[in-house]
Structure formats: C-alpha cells, structure tokens
C-alpha cells in the first residue's frame, strides 16, 4: 500500500466482497458510508446495500483518540470488515485503504459481474506523520475543467493526501467570478496567446462550480485551499481594471509570457476595497480554514516610481516603497483574520511575512526553520524536490517542463517536511509539505497526469509515513503502478536511464 501504513498484521484468509456484502453504518458514519458505498458500486456492479446486520461495519469510537483526526483501525476477517476511526477523516482514510487492498485490476471502471474480489484479512493500525500533506495545481496558466479537478482531487485521497491548493489567478488567467468586478474573469480569464505560439487560450469556473468542487472534496477528505494572487503576479487583474495599477491611464493584456511580471497592484484605497471585496467572496465560497494570498516574486519598481506609493509610504513612516510589500499583506492578513481564517503566502526568505501568516517556505528549507522560529506554522515546499513541472528524467522522451533542474522519484520521496537538524520548537510548527505543478509547460490534463504521477505516490508517504524506506516504495511502487493503470491515470512509467540529478538512499 502507498503510503504505507503504520501497521500492518496479516492474517489467514481473505474477505470476500460480492453479492452477500452490506453495510453496517453506526451513528455519524453515514458520509463515509456513502463514500464507500460510491467508489465500490463500479467494482461490486451494484449498489452497496446498508443493512442492520451488514458484515461490513464502520463506526467512530470514543476510545480512540491516540489516533488523532485521520488515524483508523482497519480489521478484515474472513467474515466480517470493522473499520473503527475516533473522527470522520479516519473513516475516509480507512476507505481509501480498502480499495489499495483490493486486486489492482478492481479498480478498473468495469464491474465484477457475478462474483467476489477478495480482501486479505489483516490488522491495520494508521495514522500521519504530519497534518498537512498537500498538491497544490496552478489553473491559472491553463484553465482544466472542473470534470478535471474532481479527478484530481480522487485521485489526491486515494493517496491519502488532505489539501488541494487550487492557484486560481496569475499574471496569464483570472478564473474564480467575482460579482462586484465581473471584468476579471471577462477580460482577465483569457489571454490572446500562450508564451508566444498564437494560440488563444481562456476559461473560468462559476460559483457553483466552485462550490460543488469543494462539496466534493469535502465528501473525500479533501480541503479545497484557495489562491488569490497578490500585490504581484496581478496582471491579468489589471487587464481588467487598470485604474488598481500604479499607472491608471496604461491599457495591458492579459500576458502572453512566462516568468515574473513587473506589473503589480497599486497601495491607494481602491485597490485595498478591491481585495478585501475579492477574498470575502473567495472566503464565501471556500471555507477552507487557509488561505493563500500569494505574495512571493513581487518586484516593487513601480512603487519605487509611483507618486502615491511615495506617498503612501512616507505617510506611514516606512524607510521606503518596498517596505510597502509587508504592509500590503499585513492589511490583508488583518482582514482574513476578521473573518476567522489564518493567511497563507510564500515566503522569499523566511522572514517577510507577517506574523499572522503560515509561511510556504518554495526557495530553501531553511528558509522554513527561519519562519518557524520566528513562531510561525510552515508549508515546506521547497522548490528543489517538490515542484513537478521540472521534468522527471534528462532523458530525451520527457515532455517539455521548467528548465532549470530534474526532480525524480527519489527525490521527491526524500522530501524532510521537518529535518533532523531543526530544534524540535521549531519542528513542531511544521504543518507539512506539498508539491507544486505549475502550469505554463502543462497544457493539458493528461500532461499534468504524467507529471504528476508517480511523483505524488512518493510526496503521499514522504508526508504520512514515519519508518520510510526507499528500497521498500520502490518495491511496492511496482504494485501501485497497476492501481494507477486501472485507474486510467496517464502515469510516467518506470524507466532506466539514470537522472541527471538524484539525490537520498
């Protein structure tokens, strides 16, 4: 199984999942009943049935607190499965453990037909390593439709993975509505070419559409993190409304080009309005407790440049227009903090952010253990081992990806939310790590597909597993390899060739 369980006791014999099979839900199981009941319908080729009797019982159980939100107990008999978690995330995560047990080809979207798959008895006794153990999927490059994202998020639970961070604005694409500023997803949701190649490119979601994506990942175990960018990497914003930039009278297009932007927003009182109006509509749709505002790759020379960020930086007595930076996201975090949620940005060095903040720490690990010992929650994501759109090999049959580095399997399974060189105050302020697939060398769905897998399977257990070992993934990546071959995902398959960077055991 990936990731691998804390503990595993097999047993004699197996459990035979056929006609006679039901469902005995105890009180506050009914959701993930329902989940269990909707991923096996395919295999069994019927309905799962519930029954007072049933031999497959789920329960929550008080006198399990030890194993935390997400841990379960999972024992399978040759008559009867009892899966026992002490809250509802463990029975999901308990669900997604029966399906890795049963034979890969079951998870084909065909049905069993007439008779039984069978489940190896065992005991099993699981919990994460760490509470935040995340993808995070950049839509704003190329919009994917929502048919897509539900993909993406089965896939995210069946790994055990919790949190989806969803970048849905960006220099190239604005793709969340918003009502008081319809303009964004009009104009700033497409863009009339694609870093060059002449061809237009668009897209956006509804607000239900949105709001049924987060329904559904709530009903798998999965939070739904939004990303709003800001004060830079704004420009398609600004395609929309100019007047939020530093030069009001200048007319942009939504950019056609990769990188950074030098276009960012402007500090006067409209563009604050501005925000704050976008991140309680966000806030409305998402109730993720997080939220991302972005933050990092911001170059202040239009500030340094603008008379009423001049001004606005003497009026409160900054040293200069870039200190305008962390007062920008302070008044931000004040106004998420109002509304009961915790700010999430990117951290340039560790020390940037607001103290409000948990700090996704993407250029140096050590840039994680300067913010947690400054007291702030970290995201480690370091760019070097968990942003999956550098390619997977040098080798030649590679899709295009970021140049710049190789980041393989191995790499990514190495990935230390919390290294061992840290003090343990500043360890334990680790929330844990995610990976990265931005989107600009991702066109398309089965691309991100094969970025994206198996890199993930190594991030799942890299995240939730404490006793890793690479030999033993590696032996059991052989296995999971058919699961995602059932599953239809477009998964990069094993090759020989040697990385051209590799690093661990």
Same mark, same amino acid.
């Given at each position: 199984?990936?990731?691998?369980?804390?503990?595993?006791?097999?047993?004699?014999?197996?459990?035979?999942?056929?006609?006679?099979?039901?469902?005995?839900?105890?009180?506050?199981?009914?959701?993930?009943?329902?989940?269990?009941?909707?991923?096996?319908?395919?295999?069994?080729?019927?309905?799962?049935?519930?029954?007072?009797?049933?031999?497959? @019982?789920?329960?929550?159980?008080?006198?399990?607190?030890?194993?935390?939100?997400?841990?379960?107990?999972?024992?399978?008999?040759?008559?009867?499965?009892?899966?026992?978690?002490?809250?509802?995330?463990?029975?999901?995560?308990? @669900?997604?453990?029966?399906?890795?047990?049963?034979?890969?080809?079951?998870?084909?979207?065909?049905? /069993?037909?007439?008779?039984?798959?069978?489940?190896?008895?065992?005991?099993?006794?699981?919990?994460?390593?760490?509470?935040?153990?995340?993808? #995070?999927?950049?839509?704003?490059?190329?919009?994917?439709?929502?048919?897509?994202?539900?993909?993406?998020?089965?896939?995210?639970?069946?790994?055990?993975?919790?949190?989806?961070?969803?970048?849905?604005?960006?220099?190239?694409?604005?793709?969340?509505? @918003?009502?008081?500023?319809?303009?964004?997803?009009?104009?700033?949701?497409?863009?009339?070419?694609?870093?060059?190649?002449?061809?237009?490119?668009?897209?956006?979601?509804?607000?239900?559409?949105?709001?049924?994506?987060?329904?559904?990942?709530?009903?798998?175990?999965?939070?739904?993190?939004?990303?709003?960018?800001?004060?830079?990497?704004?420009?398609?914003?600004?395609?929309?409304?100019?007047?939020?930039?530093?030069?009001?009278?200048?007319?942009?297009?939504?950019?056609?080009?990769?990188?950074?932007?030098?276009?960012?927003?402007?500090?006067?009182?409209?563009?604050?309005?501005?925000?704050?109006?976008?991140?309680?509509?966000?806030?409305?749709?998402?109730?993720?407790?997080?939220?991302?505002?972005?933050?990092?790759?911001?170059?202040?020379?239009?500030?340094?440049?603008?008379?009423?960020?001049?001004?606005?930086?003497?009026?409160?007595?900054?040293?200069?227009?870039? /200190?305008?930076?962390?007062?920008? #996201?302070?008044?931000?975090?004040?106004?998420?903090?109002?509304?009961?949620?915790?700010?999430?940005?990117?951290?340039?060095?560790?020390?940037?952010?607001?103290?409000?903040?948990?700090?996704?720490?993407?250029?140096?690990?050590?840039?994680?253990?300067?913010?947690?010992?400054?007291?702030?929650?970290?995201?480690? /994501?370091?760019?070097?081992?968990?942003?999956?759109?550098?390619?997977?090999?040098?080798?030649?049959?590679?899709?295009?990806?970021?140049?710049?580095?190789?980041?393989?399997?191995?790499?990514?399974?190495?990935?230390?939310?919390?290294?061992?060189?840290?003090?343990?105050?500043?360890?334990?302020?680790?929330?844990?790590?995610?990976?990265?697939?931005?989107?600009?060398?991702?066109?398309?769905?089965?691309?991100?597909?094969?970025?994206?897998?198996?890199?993930?399977?190594?991030?799942?257990?890299?995240?939730?597993?404490?006793?890793?070992?690479?030999?033993?993934?590696?032996?059991?990546?052989?296995?999971?390899?058919?699961?995602?071959?059932?599953?239809?995902?477009?998964?990069?398959?094993?090759?020989?060739?040697?990385?051209?960077?590799?690093?661990?055991?």
């Amino acid at each position: 199984m990936i990731p691998l369980p804390g503990q595993v006791d097999a047993g004699p014999g197996s459990f035979s999942l056929g006609p006679e099979t039901a469902v005995r839900a105890l009180p506050g199981t009914q959701p993930a009943a329902d989940l269990l009941g909707e991923l096996l319908t395919p295999t069994i080729g019927r309905p799962l049935p519930r029954a007072a009797d049933g031999n497959v @019982v789920l329960s929550l159980d008080d006198a399990l607190p030890a194993l935390g939100g997400e841990g379960y107990e999972l024992n399978i008999r040759t008559d009867t499965i009892l899966l026992r978690a002490h809250g509802p995330a463990g029975l999901q995560r308990g @669900v997604q453990t029966l399906r890795q047990l049963l034979p890969p080809r079951a998870l084909a979207h065909a049905s /069993a037909g007439p008779g039984a798959w069978e489940l190896p008895c065992a005991q099993i006794t699981d919990s994460p390593r760490f509470a935040w153990r995340g993808a #995070m999927l950049d839509v704003a490059r190329h919009y994917q439709p929502i048919s897509f994202l539900k993909r993406f998020v089965d896939l995210l639970a069946f790994h055990k993975l919790n949190v989806f961070h969803l970048h849905l604005t960006d220099d190239q694409g604005w793709r969340m509505p @918003v009502a008081a500023y319809p303009k964004l997803t009009e104009i700033g949701g497409r863009r009339r070419e694609t870093a060059g190649d002449g061809i237009p490119h668009g897209g956006c979601y509804t607000r239900a559409e949105l709001a049924g994506l987060v329904a559904y990942a709530q009903a798998r175990g999965v939070d739904v993190v939004p990303e709003i960018e800001m004060p830079g990497h704004v420009r398609a914003a600004l395609a929309a409304y100019p007047e939020l930039g530093n030069d009001p009278d200048r007319r942009l297009e939504t950019w056609t080009r990769w990188g950074v932007c030098d276009t960012i927003l402007g500090v006067h009182d409209e563009v604050l309005d501005f925000c704050r109006t976008v991140l309680d509509e966000v806030m409305d749709v998402f109730p993720s407790r997080h939220l991302h505002i972005g933050g990092e790759e911001c170059p202040t020379v239009e500030w340094e440049t603008s008379p009423r960020a001049l001004r606005r930086a003497a009026s409160l007595g900054l040293p200069g227009p870039k /200190a305008l930076h962390g007062w920008f #996201m302070g008044k931000m975090a004040d106004h998420i903090v109002a509304r009961g949620r915790i700010p999430l940005g990117w951290t340039e060095n560790g020390k940037d952010l607001p103290p409000a903040f948990t700090a996704a720490t993407w250029r140096d690990d050590e840039h994680g253990l300067a913010a947690a010992r400054r007291g702030q929650r970290v995201v480690m /994501a370091p760019h070097i081992s968990t942003y999956l759109d550098y390619p997977q090999s040098s080798g030649p049959h590679e899709p295009a990806g970021q140049p710049g580095l190789v980041v393989d399997l191995r790499t990514v399974y190495h990935t230390e939310p919390a290294p061992d060189h840290w003090e343990p105050e500043a360890a334990a302020r680790v929330l844990g790590a995610q990976a990265q697939l931005w989107t600009e060398y991702a066109p398309t769905a089965d691309h991100i597909e094969y970025m994206a897998y198996p890199r993930l399977a190594a991030m799942a257990e890299a995240t939730w597993t404490t006793g890793r070992t690479w030999p033993g993934f590696q032996a059991r990546m052989r296995v999971h390899q058919a699961r995602l071959d059932a599953l239809g995902v477009n998964s990069r398959p094993p090759r020989k060739e040697v990385p051209a960077r590799e690093t661990g055991s």
